[in-house]
């Protein structure tokens, strides 16, 4: 038996979220197969298998948060009952005597853990039937520091008495009472992980349902019928909770944990400055309306955010207060040399910033290419933890919401943050003089945050005019 531990997914994170099994308890797996998709605070990841063997035991259900290091999966590979220590562990020879530990590649995040491993309850096997509700566990269960043997329920030939199966001679424990009848279990949920992602979907709650297989174990059909006696029971049953019934809470974990963490953080560690303007964008939206006609951008799309990325990049140059970084433990302004550009994305799991590497080096068609990579990878759930770090300046259109504007809150490790507010027909004044005059105009409202220990109100403000000067007037981008 071989016990697969969750590895650190990248960037030293801590714990991760089991969302969806790839596999079930006797499964065939081969060696990198994906057997588990986990959700960290900065993305989804797909978690391949280093051992090829028969799947025994999945030892976390979907839902559960694990931490980095705990086992999640034991893999049978033909070798032996016992699980395999951990690396820095030393093995238990039966003589008692500890043998020189082997060591073993182990994937990042593998290590010492003070706790110790948790078991998930399962039934027990044939002529066991007194302990079918109680945990399964290996013959060596491991606390990552010292190993520590327990008791394993063992099948006895029909032929061989109890007395003969204990070699101390001593008499053990008679059977238990019969496994009672199928019926609402009162401990943990015995159910597959499919069919708890199909009691999900349905909206059944496992805890209530009868389970007609073995041991008490809930099938897809007893779901099936619990989400049709739901359904039958009346349209009320399955209104979703609104304001004035009742209180509905829902955990937060994954990236809407890291993202409240984050900008708490931010918000009561640097002194937020916000700035405003409102700016005629006609000449940005004409622009994009003729970049889309041309065939050499038909393969990507052409947004006010891409024409704002670019906008940025070139201001940056201009003003690199905002494209520096307050160094709290040294005391010192570091200003970055390349930008790496981040795109606050709306998922469905929460906000998500990944960014744009070396932004500040592409040309527009590379720039909208990577924008729209980032953006529908982040949609997907499939950004990597990499992209989600390292970032020196942001975007945020909130525009996309109908919203005018807003008063954004810095990304720690960054200086400044730029919103981009919705672009609608306004009446505006033109012209000069004699020939000033009101015309409908395409008009935005752009705020920008920054760090006043970095930036003052002097390079803020010049920051945000020479971007609100581009969009205005696009063809000024050659003069930089």
């Given at each position: ?14 714990e ?33 298998i ?5 799947v ?7 839902g559960?948060t ?24 030393p ?35 044939a ?33 061989l ?22 019926g ?22 496992l ?50 944990k ?6 708490v ?62 160094d ?21 799991r ?23 990579e ?33 008063t ?73």
């Amino acid at each position: 038996m071989k016990e697969f531990r969750l590895p650190d997914p990248g960037e030293g994170l801590v714990e991760a979220e089991i969302v969806t099994w790839r596999v079930a308890v006797g499964d065939e797996v081969k060696v990198n197969d994906i057997v588990v998709e986990v959700e960290t605070s900065k993305s989804l990841v797909e978690l391949p298998i280093p051992y090829a063997g028969t799947v025994s035991q999945l030892l976390h259900e979907e839902g559960e948060t694990v931490d980095v290091g705990s086992p999640i999966i034991v893999i049978d590979d033909g070798t032996g009952p016992a699980v395999e220590p951990a690396a820095d562990e030393p093995a238990v020879e039966s003589g008692g005597a500890t043998a020189a530990p082997e060591r073993v590649a182990n994937l990042v995040g593998y290590g010492p853990r003070a706790t110790e491993a948790r078991r998930r309850p399962r039934a027990g096997s044939a002529g066991t039937s007194g302990e079918a509700a109680g945990p399964v566990r290996d013959d060596v269960a491991t606390s990552f520091g010292q190993a520590q043997p327990v008791s394993r329920p063992t099948d006895l030939p029909q032929s061989l008495s109890r007395a003969q199966a204990d070699p101390s001679g001593e008499r053990l424990p008679d059977p238990g009472p019969p496994a009672k009848e199928p019926g609402i279990a009162s401990g943990p949920v015995l159910a597959k992980p499919p069919v708890r992602k199909l009691a999900k979907d349905l909206g059944v709650d496992l805890g209530q349902v009868i389970g007609s297989g073995d041991g008490g174990t809930i099938t897809r059909d007893d779901v099936a019928r619990a989400a049709d006696r739901s359904d039958r029971a009346g349209a009320a049953a399955a209104r979703p909770v609104t304001v004035g019934e009742q209180d509905h809470r829902v955990p937060v974990k994954g990236i809407r944990k890291h993202m409240a963490q984050a900008m708490v953080a931010s918000a009561f560690s640097a002194p937020h400055v916000t700035e405003w303007v409102t700016v005629d964008v006609t000449a940005t939206i004409e622009l994009i309306d003729r970049l889309k006609a041309r065939r050499d951008f038909r393969d990507v799309r052409v947004t006010p955010t891409l024409i704002a990325a670019k906008a940025v990049g070139l201001a940056l140059r201009e003003h690199p207060d905002l494209h520096a970084v307050f160094d709290e433990p040294a005391q010192e302004i570091v200003y970055r040399g390349r930008l790496n550009l981040g795109i606050a994305v709306a998922t469905d799991r929460g906000l998500m910033v990944p960014n744009i590497t070396d932004a500040g080096r592409l040309s527009l068609h590379e720039l909208a290419e990577q924008l729209d990579e980032l953006v529908d990878t982040a949609r997907s759930g499939r950004t990597p933890p990499a992209a989600m770090t390292g970032g020196t300046f942001t975007i945020t259109n909130v525009g996309v919401f109908g919203i005018d504007s807003g008063t954004p809150i810095i990304n720690p490790g960054e200086c400044g943050i730029l919103a981009l507010g919705a672009i609608a027909r306004r009446p505006w004044v033109v012209g000069t003089g004699a020939e000033e005059r009101i015309e409908p105009r395409w008009v935005t409202t752009l705020a920008v945050s920054f760090d006043h220990r970095v930036a003052d109100g002097a390079s803020g403000s010049a920051f945000l005019a020479t971007v609100a000067e581009l969009l205005a007037d696009p063809g000024l981008a050659l003069l930089r």
